[in-house]
């Protein structure tokens, strides 16, 4: 593991004024896992000293509070689209502003939001998608090879994709890829149950 590299000037720049201030050092920080997964740890040190002054040993612990650091981001992100719900205003221009949060925040390179129309759900917003993906995934009714609207048993439109899942609520038990709520979110559609 090392040191993740947009972090090694603070945990630096802490590490010299303990050094040189002869005082504990407490700082958050990530790690870089050898599988490129990111771990935050909070990492709480002294050093101590010979009697000329010179530094003899650090000694610490580092505690891994990576699950604390995800949950303090979720918050924040939904506090922040909250607030953007709140406003009033045009609800295209509002949605955007969501979807920016949520693309920002997570670091996706695409995201859409769905919103009905009809009885189809069309991308209200999206950003990253390109035209191509746009014209095949916009709708999420499933057709036959003829192009008509497939049915379930009970007569309702059949729907396709995740999106159709989610939507239903036919997302079986909570999963890797699900929350208890049924939402879902995966960047490789090999990793989803149906």
């Known amino acids: 593991m090392f040191i993740h590299p947009d972090d090694r000037m603070i945990l630096d720049k802490v590490y010299k004024k303990s050094l040189l201030e002869k005082i504990p050092y407490t700082i958050e920080h990530r790690l870089l ?24 040993h650090t000694t610490g612990t580092i505690q891994d509070i990576t699950e604390r650091k995800i949950s303090e981001e979720h918050r924040d992100m939904n506090r922040k689209i909250l607030e953007l719900l709140n406003d009033s205003g045009d609800l295209h221009v509002v949605m955007q502003k969501v979807l920016s949060v949520i693309k920002t925040r997570t670091g996706f390179d695409a995201a859409g939001l769905r919103l009905q ?17 746009l014209l095949t995934e916009n709708s999420i009714i499933e057709r036959d090879t003829n192009g008509d609207v497939c049915r379930n048993k009970d007569g309702s439109l059949c729907l396709e994709c995740t999106c159709g899942q989610v939507i239903t609520g036919n997302t079986g038990p909570p999963g890797r890829n699900f929350t208890r709520g049924g939402s879902c979110w995966t960047n490789d559609k090999a990793d989803l149950p149906f």
């Open 117 to 133: 129309a009809g009885n189809d759900f069309p991308y209200f917003v999206h950003d990253g998608f390109t035209e191509d993906f």
């Open 33 to 56: 896992m050898p599988d490129c997964r990111i771990k935050w740890v909070s990492e709480i040190g002294h050093t101590d000293y010979e009697s000329s002054c010179k530094p003899i």
